[in-house]
Each structure stands twice: as C-alpha cells, then as structure tokens.
C-alpha cells in the first residue's frame, strides 16, 4: 500500500474501473431487488440535500447486492414540466410565451442535456452503483409513449375525465395545479367588517377579500343562529356595487368565526365553490388567468389583485362603509413551487378520479412495508382528507402532450391510437374521423402535470406494454426511496396509477428521508440557494467517502443539519481504516491462504474477533433489512475503533512481529484471524465508503479472492459461537481495567507490571490459559494468574 492514501486520484480510477470491468449491471437472476429511484428534478444546481437522500439509497443497493441480490438499479431525470422551463426562463432571461413551442422547447432540450451531463458526473463520481445502461429521461420518447398510453387507458376506464369547473390556478406560473401542489402559509391579514344593507338594517360582514365585492352572488347564514335567521330570505345590497344578492342559510357557515354571516363571491376559496354547486348560484368573473381583475369590473378593472384590494378598501372607507378592521392570523394556499397565492378561476381541465376508490388507497398502505413506519400515517392523514380529484392539466409549454384533439362540430374528445404514441396533437392529426364525419380538429394543447409522467417510473422502469416489457420481471419493484415531502405526491399518485394499470402495489418497501437543513426549519434547496460549496466542490476537497460516510448519519426520516466540520469524522475514520489494513497487510507478508480452515485450530482472541465481525454482520442485516443505515453503521464503527483497533490489533501486535517467542503456528492462527477478519470490515464499510474499501481490496485481497472487485462479493455468515463473543468481553474488561490502572498512576502503557490477576467463569480457565502470552504482551505483566 502507499504511504498515502490520495483520494483524488484513487477515487477517479476506481470510478473508471468499476465502469470498464461493468461491476454494476444488471442481469437477470432468481434473487432480484428493483430499486424505484426518484427522477432529480432538473431545475438547478444539486446541493448537499440531494446528496443525503439519495446517497442513503444508494447504500441499500450495494447492501443488496452484498446479500446475493442482482439489482435493478436505474436513474433517470425528471427533465419536464414547470420547474425546467422555470430553469430554462431564468438561464435564457426569457419568458416562454416569447418564443414558439417548438423554439422554447429546443432551449429545454439544450439546457437539460448541459445539466443532466453534470447530475450524473455528479452521482458517477460518488460511487453510485447504477447501471447507466438503464437511465431515462421523463421526457424521452418511451416515456412519453407509456404516460401518454396511462392517460388513454384511464379514459377508456372512466378513470380521466375532461370538465370544466373551478381549479385551483396559480397566477404566477399561469397553469392549474393540483391539491397536492399546494402549501399553506400564515401572514398578518386584515379582516374588513363591511355594511350591507337590507330592508331589516344592516347586516354586517366580516371579509378578508373585500376586491371580490362585484362577484358577491350571496350572503350566507347559519339557520339557527338567532341574530340573523329573520334576514334568512331577504336581499342584501353590495357595498359600492349596489346590486341585490340573495340572503340564504347554511349548516356549514361558523357562528364564531367573524359577524357569523359570510358573503360568498366567486370565488374566495373552496368554501364558496361548494355553496355556489350546492345552491346553484351564479359565476361572475373577476379575476383573470394573469392575476389581473377582469377589464369591466367597475373601479378595478385592469388592477392586479393585491392592487384592487388596497382601492376597494380606501373607496370603502371614503364611503364610511367600513366600520372597522383587525388583522388577524390567516392561513392562506400558496403554491409550492412559487409561493404566489393560489386562486380558485374556472376552467376546462383533464383530471384523474382519485376520490372513488380511497379505501383502495388505503389498503395498498397496509400492503408496502414503510420506513420509518410513521410514515404510513402522513399517507393515510392525505388519502383520508383529499377532496378534490387530481388535476392532471397544465397550461404549459414543456412537458409530455395529452394525446388528445377535439372534434370541431361534436366538440367530443378523439384519442390517439397506439401506434401514433408519443404524438404531440399540435403537431399531427387523428388517423381517422371523428364518429359524427367531421375531419377538422382542435388539438389540446396543455400538457400533464410533471407528476402524472413521473408517477409511472415503475411502469418506464419495466418498460411496460412495450416488447420488452420486464413487468414480471422487477413488479413490485423492491423498493421506493424518496423525501418525506413527496409523500402526498410522488408517493400517492404512483400507488393510484399501479393499482389502475396493475392491480398491484408499485413497491414492496419504500424509504423515506428526511431533510437537510441550512437552519432550523429551513431546508437546503436550489431554490433558496442557501448551501456553501457545491458537492463536487466538497468531494474534491474531502472525498466521495467521507460525504457518503456522513449521510449515512442521519436516523432515516429525520431531518439533520450539515456543517462542513462533521466531515473530519469521517475522514479521521477513513486515515484510521487504511493506517489499520496497511498494518493488517504488513504482518501478512507471504500469507498463504488456507483452502478451507477449520477454526478450532485458531487461538481463543482470534475466533473472537472473527464472531465479533460475524455478529456485526448479523445486526447489520438486521438493521439495514429495515432501512436503519445510521444505526448499521454504528454497530460497523463500534466493531472496527473499539474491538478490532482498540483491543484486537493490540493484543496481536506481538504475536504476529514475534513467532519465534509465540510459535509460527500461533502467528499462524493471528494472520487467519486478521485476514479475514480485516476483510469482513472492509465488506461492511464497502456500502458505506467503496472507494477505500475497494482500493485496500485491490492492493491486498485481489490476489487471493476470486471476485474481481470487493463489490462483487457477499457478507458471509457464519456458525455463532456465543461463548467466544461473551470471553472476548470479559478479556476486554481485564486489558480496560489494566491500562486505567496504569493512567492513574500515571505510567506508561508499555511500562512493566508484576502480575495481572484474572477472575473468571470456569468455562473461561482453557481460553485465558491459551491466550497467557498475548496478555502479558498487551499489558506488560510479568505473570498472569487466573482464578475462578
């Protein structure tokens, strides 16, 4: 081995090797594991927060494969939708509606294919163990053939439908979104208590949308509360607008909340879209796609919402029709990607029925093993409170095409037929009539929602109804890795659509992350652009291994901080690996490796040492068959700084410099132990750091084992012997007590000492008797005297 371990040239090699000798591909096998990975998003820069997630799957798949497993471990890129033309927009300084479809969409193509390039020099260059030859794209043709051949099947199957009604519209993006999309933010908000006159008196309503006043269709009541239920079937006139709107009762309106009487416009939320469906009242248009109220609305015409809502106030008050304001606490729905107020604007979008078929949902929980299983619950807490269907529409420029024209005379919708798939209806017609003989057609031109494509993975992974179909080959996939926040998106919409298309669940487990946070409550994201250095930048400052070592820290669904300090642990643990194996290989110079060894020739130390690493490798199955990274690798870590370096490598030491005053057959019986022993640490530690793992395998290991790289290997078993784990603790206890002796009064670890005294378990006399030497070496006793 080098004097130095240089991971910088080290780790670009080995990333090569890996590549060329094609370590991680996959072939078809009686054990599979098929891994689900989340598509990154193009949209940005990758930060540390990625690295963590993704970084802890990735840990799995070598586990897997480590356990005799072929796996099935693709990657691709989410490369369609908002957030890349988003990406594109800010690059480009451009807006898309600017450009031609056809010329803003070649600036995606260009913009993804530079980011995609550096994603996956990025991942390359950490080690990941994919099989490249099975990347996709969200937006290649395959999977635009298989979205789009999900969306017709739903239709077919009632399952999609067209309708035009209230969606949820962010006036920033200018698109629909979906329930799932939204997030809620508290601000300071005031609430306008406003007169409306009636012929019984003024009725007073308490509003924090006073610019919706000239879409007001109702005023709404509670029918039991005692102060308004006369005015129950009266008229009330608007304030400013001065026509009459109907005063009606409803159980649902709060008497707590405001004055109790609610003026209901189209539309301040959802609440009003129910009672406007419910009691058949009429839609008023107010505000506009762009955020602008409607041109003819009198006194803010042409005003942007916020702009509106200041001139209605101040014309209110002018009027003394504003009898008071308080601000309040308010929750209001943003969009996620955006943060801009969502409003409620009618319009004709595809939606996916996901409000039927809950219970379906909900079972199919049941049915996938969740970790950390309290994550089950923020699933079924989503399921039980949808209520809205998915909107699968968006008015957009770069994404997967609905396959889908509209007849001119009949307006019925004419499905694309498979062997035209994928189709971009703008671009191609039907290839045949419509039902009624018209043969001109309109082509939609939204495009599906990013989800509705990446929530198909499984069925893009198994190439579904495709030749090459390999559905019965990989579904269920083994396993789905994703954030917690994604739960309610990728998480759910993947279930509805398995169960649709398969009948089946899409994964057997899935793996839920936590995040990485810049400060408390604060996630690292491209977005926010709050992360120092770039991961490339940390990788060449401090190596793939010690940013993989890291990640694996973090209790799986917990959110972590990152402080560029916590990698000196890291990388104190690997300069302590390779100074541990150097030492380890120097003693086995001229090794000769028995074919077969029966341990029973083996010193009691050294089978020791061989079942502690057998024992940890029985936890860590354990635990990583659950998903508990962070908690293997603390089992690893305890075995290799406190067993084998801190008691193991120190009671050997002699043994193995000195055969002469131990007997070459005792030297022996060391170098079986710290050969295998050295080599089943470095197999525990390979999913963790495979570049250093790899490197001391190559340098030492590779002329003896038949594996061409150590990645290629399994974790052995072996037969557990309880009493050999229980004396190598007791022996430890001896050596501890010894060395604190010393410490307080304050000798040397080396200095010599009469006698060490040694009471133990009968059953412990023959193992302290054939290890006297090794003990007087580790401790410096001149006798050892054992004692029941």
Known sequence: MDKKYDFQETEKKLEKFWEEHEIYNYQKGEKIFSIDTPPPTVSGKLHIGHIFSYTQAEMIARFKRMQGYQVFYPFGFDDNGLPTERLVEREENIHANMLSRSEFRAKCINTIAKYEKEFKCLWKRLGFSVDWTLQYQTISDLSQKISQKSFIELAKNKKAYMRESPVLWCTECRTSIAQAELETKECDTAFNYLKFTTPLGNLLIATTRPELLAGCVCIFVHPDDARWNSYIGTK???????????????????????????????????????????????YKKIILSDGTIQEDVALIGGMTVTEARAYIIKCLCEKELLVKQ??????????????TSVELIPSRQWYIDVLKDKEKYLKAADEINWHPTHMKSRYKLWVENLKWDWCISRQRYFGVPFPVWYCRDCKKPIFAVEEQLPVNPIESQPLQPCE???????????????????????????????????????????????????????????????????????????????????????KISKSKKNSADTPIELIEKHSADAIRYWAANGKLGTDTFFSE??????KRLIQKLYNAAKFAILQLDNFIKPKAYNESILLPVDRWILQRVNETTLKAIALLNDYEIGQARHEIDNLFWKDFCDYYIEIVKERLYQPKKHGTQQQYSGQIAIYYSLLGILKLYAIYMPYITEYIYQDFYRKYEKEISLHQTLWEIRKKEQNYIEFGEHLKEVIARVRKDKAEKQMSIKEPILEVVITCPKRFRDFYRKSEKDIKACTGAERIIIRN
């Not at 009459?244 to 539309?267: H, N, Q, R, Y």
């Not at 308080?326 to 943060?339: M, N």
């Not at 179909?469 to 269920?476: A, F, G, R």
């Open 326 to 339: 308080e601000t309040i606490q308010h929750i209001i729905a943003i969009h996620e990607r955006c943060g």
């Open 565 to 570: 300090d916590e990698l000196k642990i890291s």
């Open 236 to 282: 009330a006139c608007v304030p400013l607008y001065n026509f009459e709107i109907p005063v009606l009762a409803d159980e649902t309106v709060s008497i707590e909340k405001g004055t109790g009487a609610v003026m209901c416009a189209t539309f301040g939320d959802m609440t009003d879209v129910e009672w406007c469906h419910k009691h058949s009242l009429p």
């Open 436 to 522: 009624c003989g018209c043969n001109v057609f309109t082509p939609e031109d939204a495009v599906f929602d990013t989800w509705a494509t990446s929530s198909v993975t499984p069925l893009i992974n198994a190439r579904y109804g495709e030749n090459n179909d390999i559905s019965n080959e990989i579904l269920p996939m083994g396993m789905r890795s994703q954030a917690h926040e994604i739960i309610r998106t990728w998480a759910f919409y993947s279930i509805v659509k398995s169960l649709y298309h398969t009948g089946k669940i899409p994964w057997k487990d899935i793996m839920i992350s936590g995040f990485v946070l810049a400060k408390p409550g604060e």
